[in-house]
């Protein structure tokens, strides 16, 4: 099963925004190309430079500026529903926060001022904050407005801004990629002025309620995004606007030069993986034509911001150390040879770990069979012994609760033998067999 989301907005990189002075004030009335860092306030009933700046500037002469940035000739008299070019610079704000919804592994978060300290779950980070993540380590963080920035492994982030406008009741948040990668799945906005950036050293990303990653690789000084859903329009140094489709991605080099490309498509997943009882549980998912790598990620949520693994392999197969029982889900991506990572294959799995490893030997009062069960809760075994050349069983014994038993007057000959583990939690009942086991009994 495929788990995916579809909305459809933009993201723009590097992207000006035009503001425009309405009719009615003085001055030229055509629109001017407005800052980058500034809004676009719509006037109200009653509204003066002079009262806009007491109540939603951080001083009470800031509206000097504000009246001739947009030429207004009297600051006593604003018509109505005409529209102002504000910079944020002068505006006031409320704090938004960051807060640690999941991690694994090295974690560290920087305030201000002081030393990297390990996060903790819940915790709550503002600006100047900085985070990263080790090897085999992810964070994800969730945003005051809902929208989740997840780090994987060997990455950086600093929290530039996150506040919200007074005056506009719209978001400002500046986040900066230092190194490494970040997903960012952004909550469709809800205010024309709210604003989500996300930089890296050679781009700027302006987004707008969309799913994508990106990349900066610091010794190259390259950087790769890749959309998933909605649009984006890329910017970098002298290059003139590029603009891609879902499922497409580019990679920006330096002197701004992008190469776009489709990003190759979801690895499709080979057998029924869908609980998975060995010790190492396993995957593989077919090739994908161009791929030179392959990645899974395995979460406790669809959203993938509790991440318990990260694996990359030079082929499309992943055996595992672990995991514990739960359920979970698992993405694959295929990764071309630029770099860029392709559109995600997503399914959801169980994880019941219910299994024995087996051995026959023999003692004075017969042969001994014996089993080491593995798995959580309380655990029943039922054995199995059958001759090679019949298919009804000899000895079939359930409810056990030792590991081992003792047959003896068995006659010659090969037989077959297996145990099965019966495992009781408080919400399911689980049974894994293991292979049956060859055992010759001479004259």
Same mark, same amino acid.
């Given at each position: 099963?495929?788990?995916?989301?579809?909305?459809?907005?933009?993201?723009?990189?590097?992207?000006?925004?035009?503001?425009?002075?309405?009719?009615?004030?003085?001055?030229?009335?055509?629109?001017?190309?407005? %800052?980058?860092?500034?809004?676009?306030?719509?006037?109200?009933?009653?509204?003066?430079?002079?009262?806009?700046?007491?109540?939603?500037?951080?001083?009470?002469?800031?509206?000097? %500026?504000?009246?001739?940035?947009?030429?207004?000739?009297?600051?006593?008299?604003?018509?109505?529903?005409?529209?102002?070019?504000?910079?944020?610079?002068?505006?006031?704000?409320?704090?938004?926060?960051?807060?640690?919804?999941?991690?694994?592994?090295?974690?560290?978060?920087?305030?201000?001022?002081?030393?990297?300290?390990?996060?903790?779950?819940?915790?709550?980070?503002?600006?100047?904050?900085?985070?990263?993540?080790?090897?085999?380590?992810?964070?994800?963080?969730?945003?005051?407005?809902?929208?989740?920035?997840?780090?994987?492994?060997?990455?950086?982030?600093?929290?530039?801004?996150?506040?919200?406008?007074?005056?506009?009741?719209?978001?400002?948040?500046?986040?900066?990629?230092?190194?490494?990668?970040?997903?960012?799945?952004?909550?469709?906005?809800?205010?024309?002025?709210?604003?989500?950036?996300?930089?890296?050293?050679?781009?700027?990303?302006?987004?707008?309620?969309?799913?994508?990653?990106?990349?900066?690789?610091?010794?190259?000084?390259?950087?790769?995004?890749?959309?998933?859903?909605?649009?984006?329009?890329?910017?970098?140094?002298?290059?003139?606007?590029?603009?891609?489709?879902?499922?497409?991605?580019?990679?920006?080099?330096?002197?701004?030069?992008?190469?776009?490309?489709?990003?190759?498509?979801?690895?499709?997943?080979?057998?029924?993986?869908?609980?998975?009882?060995?010790?190492?549980?396993?995957?593989?998912?077919?090739?994908?034509?161009?791929?030179?790598?392959?990645?899974?990620?395995?979460?406790?949520?669809?959203?993938?911001?509790?991440?318990? %693994?990260?694996?990359?392999?030079?082929?499309?197969?992943?055996?595992?150390?672990?995991?514990?029982?739960?359920?979970?889900?698992?993405?694959?991506?295929?990764?071309?040879?630029?770099?860029?990572?392709?559109?995600?294959?997503?399914?959801?799995?169980?994880?019941?770990?219910?299994?024995?490893?087996?051995?026959?030997?023999?003692?004075?009062?017969?042969?001994?069979?014996?089993?080491?069960?593995?798995? %959580?809760?309380?655990?029943?075994?039922?054995?199995?012994?059958?001759?090679?050349?019949?298919?009804?069983?000899?000895?079939?014994?359930?409810?056990?609760?030792?590991?081992?038993?003792?047959?003896?007057?068995?006659?010659?000959?090969?037989?077959?033998?297996?145990?099965?583990?019966?495992?009781?939690?408080?919400?399911?009942?689980?049974?894994?067999?293991?292979?049956?086991?060859?055992?010759?009994?001479?004259?």
């Amino acid at each position: 099963m495929t788990l995916r989301a579809a909305p459809t907005c933009w993201l723009m990189l590097l992207m000006p925004l035009v503001g425009s002075v309405a009719a009615g004030l003085a001055g030229p009335a055509a629109a001017q190309q407005r %800052e980058d860092d500034a809004v676009t306030y719509t006037v109200r009933k009653d509204d003066t430079l002079i009262r806009l700046a007491r109540d939603y500037m951080l001083h009470e002469t800031d509206w000097k %500026e504000v009246q001739r940035i947009n030429r207004v000739a009297d600051p006593h008299r604003l018509p109505v529903a005409s529209r102002l070019t504000l910079p944020i610079r002068l505006l006031r704000t409320r704090p938004a926060n960051a807060t640690v919804a999941a991690f694994r592994g090295e974690a560290l978060a920087t305030a201000t001022s002081g030393p990297a300290r390990s996060v903790a779950l819940g915790q709550v980070l503002g600006e100047g904050a900085r985070v990263t993540t080790g090897p085999a380590s992810s964070l994800s963080l969730s945003l005051t407005d809902g929208s989740v920035i997840t780090l994987p492994s060997n990455s950086a982030l600093k929290i530039g801004r996150l506040r919200k406008l007074l005056i506009t009741d719209s978001i400002d948040y500046d986040l900066m990629l230092e190194t490494g990668s970040v997903r960012s799945r952004v909550t469709p906005f809800r205010n024309r002025d709210d604003r989500f950036r996300l930089r890296n050293p050679i781009a700027v990303s302006a987004v707008r309620g969309t799913d994508f990653r990106t990349h900066y690789a610091a010794g190259s000084a390259t950087a790769r995004s890749e959309l998933i859903e909605g649009g984006i329009a890329l910017t970098a140094g002298n290059s003139a606007e590029t603009r891609l489709a879902p499922e497409f991605g580019a990679v920006i080099g330096q002197g701004g030069r992008i190469a776009v490309e489709p990003l190759l498509p979801a690895p499709q997943l080979i057998g029924n993986a869908g609980v998975q009882r060995a010790p190492q549980p396993a995957f593989a998912v077919q090739d994908v034509p161009g791929a030179q790598a392959y990645r899974l990620q395995i979460a406790r949520d669809s959203g993938f911001v509790d991440i318990v %693994e990260d694996v990359l392999a030079s082929s499309p197969a992943f055996t595992l150390a672990g995991l514990d029982n739960g359920r979970y889900f698992a993405r694959f991506t295929a990764i071309a040879a630029s770099g860029l990572e392709g559109v995600p294959g997503t399914f959801a799995f169980r994880r019941r770990l219910a299994t024995a490893t087996q051995a026959a030997v023999s003692s004075e009062a017969g042969y001994v069979f014996r089993w080491i069960g593995t798995g %959580e809760g309380v655990r029943r075994y039922r054995f199995q012994l059958r001759r090679e050349d019949s298919p009804n069983w000899l000895v079939d014994e359930a409810g056990l609760s030792g590991s081992s038993i003792v047959l003896s007057d068995l006659l010659p000959g090969r037989y077959l033998w297996r145990v099965g583990t019966t495992t009781h939690s408080e919400d399911e009942t689980d049974t894994d067999w293991t292979a049956l086991e060859s055992f010759v009994l001479g004259e």
